[in-house]
Nanobody
Framework: QVQLTESGGGQVQAGGSLRLSCEAS????????AAWFRQSPGKEREFVAT????????RYADSVRGRFTISRDNHQNTLALQMDNLKPEDTAMYYC????????????????????WGQGTQVTVSS
């Protein structure tokens, strides 16, 4: 079992930056792929970025590539999302997620492949 807790959300002006963190408890986090998703009001949850178990492979949604950076520290059991040059359309609840018994990013854009989810942290970007 893995429990995930996000932090770092807040309100920022367009062009600003935020760094989201996800703290994992449970010994299964370090050996599995993880990801960030987001959901805006009235929209379905969408993929943002995924990372394999050791950080060697990454994948981003087209909408955030070049602005967001996903990373992890398996010694600290944390997942992070550095968000730069934020836009109003980035406003959403952001969720971290972890897979169970799977190390790589294949299929990582599909939320159905994730077994563990955090409660989310709100990001609001004003114009």
């Amino acid at each position: 079992q893995v429990q995930l807790t996000e932090s770092g959300g807040g309100q920022v002006q367009a062009g600003g930056s935020l760094r989201l963190s996800c703290e994992a408890s449970g010994r299964d986090f370090g050996g599995n792929a993880a990801a960030w998703f987001r959901q805006s009001p009235g929209k379905e949850r969408e993929f943002v970025a995924t990372i394999n178990w050791n950080g060697a492979y990454l994948r981003y949604a087209d909408s955030v590539r070049g602005r967001f950076t996903i990373s992890r520290d398996n010694h600290q059991n944390t997942l992070a999302l550095q968000m730069d040059n934020l836009k109003p359309e980035d406003t959403a609840m952001y969720y971290c997620a972890a897979r169970a018994h799977y190390t790589e990013i294949v299929g990582g854009m599909d939320e159905r492949n994730y077994a563990y989810w955090g409660q989310g942290t709100q990001v609001t970007v004003s114009s």
